[in-house]
């Protein structure tokens, strides 16, 4: 299968990550409300990052199905670093801080993107 238990481990990982940046910015004493919506979005689609690579990997899919959670994951680690940038931009956060978290995302990314050619080259 595709999504291993070493991509289930990496996701856990960027979830914990989006959970302590959604903490810090939420403890910040003039939170404005974008950054409060940016940290809202970020918890949400990192839960369901983890829900949809843990259903990919409890479950016995096809290639198909494998290929279509790899997209899904894609789709989300996007949104995630848009809602990093968005908190850098609204001064939530140090730029230092989502810079290494944004660095983690993409390692996260192109690990994603990996299984996403296997899946590809093994379709065609």
Same mark, same amino acid.
């Given at each position: ?26 403890? *910040?004493?003039?939170?404005?409300? &974008?950054? /409060?919506? #940016?940290?809202?979005? $970020? ?5 369901? =990052? ?15 199905? *494998?290929?279509?959670?790899?997209? &899904?994951? /894609?789709? #989300?680690?996007?949104? $995630? ?5 968005? =908190? ?23 690990? /994603? ?12």
């Amino acid at each position: 299968m595709l999504a291993s238990r070493t991509l289930y481990q990496r996701t856990l990982n960027i979830c914990e990550l989006t959970e302590k940046v959604s903490q810090a910015s939420a403890c *910040q004493p003039r939170l404005k409300s &974008f950054s /409060l919506e #940016l940290s809202n979005h $970020l918890i949400s689609d990192s839960i369901l =990052l983890k829900s949809s690579i843990h259903n990919a990997l409890s479950k016995d899919l096809s290639f198909h199905g *494998q290929g279509k959670v790899v997209q &899904f994951a /894609l789709i #989300l680690v996007r949104n $995630l670093q848009y809602y990093l940038k968005g =908190l850098e931009y609204d001064a939530s956060l140090p730029s230092d801080y989502t810079k290494a978290i944004l660095d983690e995302l993409r390692k996260y990314q192109r690990y /994603l993107s990996m299984n996403h050619k296997k899946w590809s080259s093994l379709i065609n």
